[in-house]
């Protein structure tokens, strides 16, 4: 049986963002995901914490996720003396990564810088990660490459924007599709089980039972 893991969320940036920060206390290895902003702050707990980062993993490309991950990156590099690699999401979402500063400009923010990931990732993978396995799924319909990470031992996944409580993500960009966004969950988050622990981009924690049986968008 794995370590159990521990979890700190920072919410960063004006959109009260979910930056998780998942570590095993017995090694104190660390991963950050979705780091949109506001990276001393990040950096502040990690260094209190003594932890040391593997990667920093993206869910998908909008600022709010993914704008702090290019600072994160250079400043835990420079502090562990070692390259932190950028994985994730999937490919579809790199015009987005792109194109962050842009994307910040049109809501009146600085400080947030495009990001080209060490690799994406692909439906289906494994990623290794703190002594457990996590699943890489891709659930479009939010952003083309958005993916969740999903550890099926533990029983919990990080889905970013496309699961809530009581809601699903926005789709009411040019590239979004809300058809494809429900779909896409009914597919690849509602068969992870009833009891498997969602971990959003936005808002509380909630469980896939619970939105199964009470989410108006999934009824």
């Not at 959109?15 to 991963?31: E, Y």
């Not at 792109?98 to 994307?103: A, E, F, H, K, W």
């Not at 690849?188 to 469980?207: C, F, K, Q, R, Y």
Request: charged share 20%.
């Amino acid at each position: 049986m794995p370590t159990p893991l521990s979890l700190e969320i920072v919410p960063v940036t004006a959109f009260g963002q979910n930056c998780s920060i998942l570590w095993n206390p017995d090694t104190r290895h660390a991963v950050v995901v979705d780091p949109g902003g506001d990276v001393p702050r990040i950096m502040a707990f990690i260094t209190e914490k003594g932890l040391s980062v593997d990667a920093i993993w993206l869910t998908h490309g909008h600022l709010d996720h993914a704008g702090g991950a290019d600072a994160l990156q250079r400043d835990l590099s420079a502090r562990q003396d070692a390259p932190v690699p950028v994985i994730g999401p999937d490919r579809a979402d790199d015009a987005l990564l792109s194109s962050i500063t842009r994307q910040a400009a049109l809501f009146g923010l600085s400080g947030l810088e495009n990001v080209r990931p060490d690799r994406f990732v692909e439906h289906g993978e494994i990623l290794d990660a703190l002594g457990h396995r996590f699943e890489v799924r891709h659930v479009p319909g939010h952003t083309p490459g958005h993916v969740i990470f999903h550890d099926p031992e533990s029983r919990f996944a990080f889905v970013g924007d496309t699961l809530f409580r009581g809601g699903v993500g926005r789709t009411d960009f040019p590239y979004g599709n809300h058809d494809q966004l429900i779909e896409a969950i009914r597919r690849e988050l509602l068969p992870l089980g009833d009891d498997v622990t969602i971990l959003p981009g936005h808002g509380p924690a909630t469980t896939i039972g619970a939105e199964r049986k009470g989410n108006p968008f999934l009824n």
